[in-house]
């Protein structure tokens, strides 16, 4: 049996700012888990490439308002800065 991975755990050394904007990241970055997990079976962000963020910020919040396709590369940013790439996305 194998544990679900804890996007809350795996955040916590790079999440600051107010207690609405954590949430709001661990929210997003949940959702984009779910959604590359279930186009290419990456459960962890430790299997993830560059690719696969930016397929879901092309993909998934193209048609969001400036607003929340902005809040969605804050977090994407946040993800490549937890895995330590040099991973840049442009909205």
């Given at each position: 049996?194998?544990?679900?991975?804890?996007?809350?755990?795996?955040?916590?050394?790079?999440?600051?700012?107010?207690?609405?904007?954590?949430?709001?990241?661990?929210?997003?970055?949940?959702?984009?888990?779910?959604?590359?997990?279930?186009?290419w079976q990456r459960e962890?962000?430790?299997?993830?490439?560059?690719?696969?963020?930016?397929?879901?910020?092309?993909?998934?919040?193209?048609?969001?308002?400036?607003?929340?396709?902005?809040?969605?590369?804050?977090?994407?940013?946040?993800?490549?800065?937890?895995?330590?790439?040099?991973?840049?996305?442009?909205?």
């Open positions: 049996m194998s544990k679900v991975f804890d996007m809350e755990l795996f955040l916590a050394a790079v999440l600051t700012g107010s207690y609405a904007t954590r949430q709001r990241h661990l929210r997003q970055a949940k959702l984009i888990q779910a959604e590359i997990a279930k186009r962890t962000p430790w299997t993830w490439q560059r690719k696969h963020l930016a397929w879901y910020l092309k993909h998934h919040i193209n048609q969001r308002s400036e607003a929340t396709r902005y809040y969605y590369v804050l977090t994407a940013r946040l993800l490549a800065r937890r895995l330590e790439t040099s991973w840049v996305f442009n909205i």
